[in-house]
């Protein structure tokens, strides 16, 4: 294990980011986003008042929705188990893992995720009711 240089300031080894559970949890907000483009987005557009013949365009992503619904329901429970699952090496202290605000906003968006996955998944049985 590396020990922090003369100067007190960590290694480059103790601040490194957990990035693989980052770049999850990205890639499934964004997927949760394309998944949803197609029937929520335009849905919420109209509901907030903004409309414009560009809209209905979205709606010509609908045939890639189960698609786009499987990477990222593929990459939600790979983010998931990497948060809450996986065996976590142990940390020192004044290291990035060590602080509770990394594994925090991993798991806001891994959450925000998933929610806008169901809402994409769901839209069937409650958008009628907005209509």
Same mark, same amino acid.
């Given at each position: 294990?590396?020990?922090? &240089?003369?100067? *007190?300031?960590?290694?480059? %080894?103790?601040?490194?980011? &957990?990035?693989? %559970?980052? $770049?999850?949890?990205? !890639?499934?907000?964004? *997927?949760? !986003?394309?998944?949803? %483009?197609?029937?929520?987005? @335009?849905?919420?557009?109209?509901?907030? *008042?903004?409309?414009?013949?560009?809209?209905?365009?979205?709606?010509?992503?609908? @045939?890639?929705?189960?698609?786009?619904?499987?990477?990222?329901?593929?990459?939600?429970?790979?983010?998931? $188990?990497?948060?809450?699952?996986?065996?976590?090496? @142990?940390?020192?202290?004044?290291?990035?893992?060590?602080? &509770?605000?990394?594994?925090?906003?991993?798991?806001?968006?891994? $959450?925000? *995720?998933?929610?806008?996955?169901?809402?994409?998944?769901?839209?069937?049985? $409650?958008? @009628?009711?907005?209509?």
């Amino acid at each position: 294990m590396a020990s922090a &240089p003369e100067s *007190g300031h960590p290694t480059i %080894a103790e601040t490194a980011k &957990p990035e693989r %559970a980052n $770049w999850i949890a990205t !890639g499934a907000l964004i *997927g949760a !986003g394309l998944a949803s %483009a197609c029937c929520v987005v @335009p849905l919420l557009l109209v509901t907030l *008042g903004i409309s414009g013949a560009w809209i209905a365009n979205l709606t010509a992503l609908e @045939p890639y929705k189960p698609y786009v619904t499987a990477v990222t329901l593929a990459l939600l429970g790979l983010g998931f $188990w990497h948060v809450y699952f996986k065996p976590k090496p @142990p940390c020192e202290d004044g290291s990035y893992c060590a602080r &509770p605000q990394s594994a925090r906003t991993t798991k806001a968006v891994l $959450w925000l *995720g998933l929610a806008i996955v169901i809402l994409a998944l769901t839209i069937d049985w $409650w958008a @009628p009711w907005f209509y």
